[in-house]
């Protein structure tokens, strides 16, 4: 996906410069919000991201350089190729929702998000779990939407025999089509499971180029 060499490149440290202190999820997260708002300053966006003012005000230029944002004097908005950049990002990441703690999840906090038609890339899930923890959550799960019903790959075990009705929420909220990915990030408090989430979801659509 080019649009992911693009967060990529924003996440790059402008050299001679220290390496930023936000990651490609913060990118994501900025994209989104202001989106949302159609118009944010910096200190709303700083205290969305959970970043500091500093490390918002280097993301914010990041941004710019790129030609994603454009500041006028409302706030930060979205340029057309932002836009697009956005567009293209939600056409393979879908929406997300708040999950109950279960025994399918790893925290007290559990966002799921989905992904269209990836469902042929994912192994075990172990490299989307290992991007959610690096992120600073506690775990994600992956889950596989394929004939009509969720699962968990490399298992045969049905791990909702209990939860029936987490997998009829995640279907009813999401709307998983088949070959489409559900990842759930966990952990102590919402927003990391959010990023945690997010951050499993982006290593997800990078094995695609591997």
Sequence with gaps: MES???????AEKLAPGRSPTF???HIVKALETISIEEAVGR?????????????????????????II?????????SE???????VLRSKIGGESEVPESSLTVGSFNVAVLVRDEAHVVTYGLEQRDAAIKAGASGATTLVFSHNRLAMPGTSEDVFQNIQSIHDMLVSKLKPRENDVIIIGS????????FGAKAAVLELLKM???
């Design 4 to 10: 992911l060499k693009v967060i990529e490149k924003v």
């Design 23 to 25: 990651t490609e999820v």
């Design 43 to 67: 200190i709303k966006l700083s205290k969305t991201l959970g970043l500091g003012e500093g490390a918002t005000r280097t993301l914010v230029k990041h941004l710019r350089n790129e030609g």
């Design 70 to 78: 454009e500041i006028s004097r409302s706030g930060i908005v979205l």
């Design 81 to 87: 190729s932002g836009r697009k950049l956005l567009s």
């Design 187 to 194: 952990a102590d408090d919402r927003f990391t499971a959010e």
């Design 208 to 210: 695609k180029k591997r």
